[in-house]
């Protein structure tokens, strides 16, 4: 009966006879607690069970599969070369964790234990675990990257650097100065990419490279966009808009380089904040740049003067040699005014 059931379920599934094995194991082992006339019963059930978590394991192998495949840089093309080229990748990154995190990891995205499971079994919360996963993955990624290039980073920082940036992690990106060294160093710059690309979840908040005209419009379009999810004006839309391409067109025209940031508050209110940073000569002289009568197009465009008049929060930044930051907001009104 139990082999007829799994057949029905599986047919010549390779496991097939397994499974059938598997069911009645289960079913003798617990023959002594079931009720006479319940036998037939429960063997039906534990055989469905089987059944359906062998195709529970197999989904569960592929998505994890997927999970750790999918560490990788996109684009790649699709050979047996690059194939290795990945897997050793990610096993010299799985070495560089330490040991304990690396088996933590291994069991939960591999096995499949879940946080609670591994809590209990650490003395830790769930949470806690859950928390160190996500640091360990960021590694994880940050090691791939550097194992796939075989880079060699030029300077300490680098490391915690792309770290903080493969987790998200926002806090400890302002304590590595990440920003900063994002504008100073080639090689991280490059290679943060595929990690900002997988930090990069969050739907309140957009990052714009900024290096030619046309990114100008793209930053606008974006921040416009993003700015409508909130109750704005109309009138308020195209400020924001305007605002995002005189600090952009600032980017291009004097630093060469750079990146907006632009990004919905919550609180203290609602609003929309654009951060713009570029690794450009600075400002020598902020206050002469934010008078009226010195005009950094020489007569074209807002300039920063007017930048500051059209949002409701202006603060700028300026390091000589190492560039500027322009951070602005823009707060959504209420409707009675
Ligand atoms: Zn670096």
Redesign the pocket.
Known sequence: MVRRIVHARVGSHPSAEDLVQETLTRVLAASATIEPGMLEPYAIVTARNVVASMWRDADRRRRNQHRVVDLSTPDLPDSQVVLDEEQSAMATALARLGERERRTLLEHEVSGTDTHTLAARAGSTAGAVAAQLNRTRARLRVEYVLAAEQAE???D??RA?LIALSGGDQRRQREVRAAQ?LLE?E??ARLSEPLLERGQQRDDRLRIPVTADPDIVSARRAARELASRLDFAATDLTVIATAVSEVCRNIVRFAGTGEVVVELLEVPRRGIQVVARDGGPGIPDIDRALDDGFSTYGGLGLGLPGVRRLMDEFAIASEPGHGTTVTMTKWERTHDG
């Open positions: 980073l030029p300077t920082q680098c650097v060294h160093c090689l991280c």
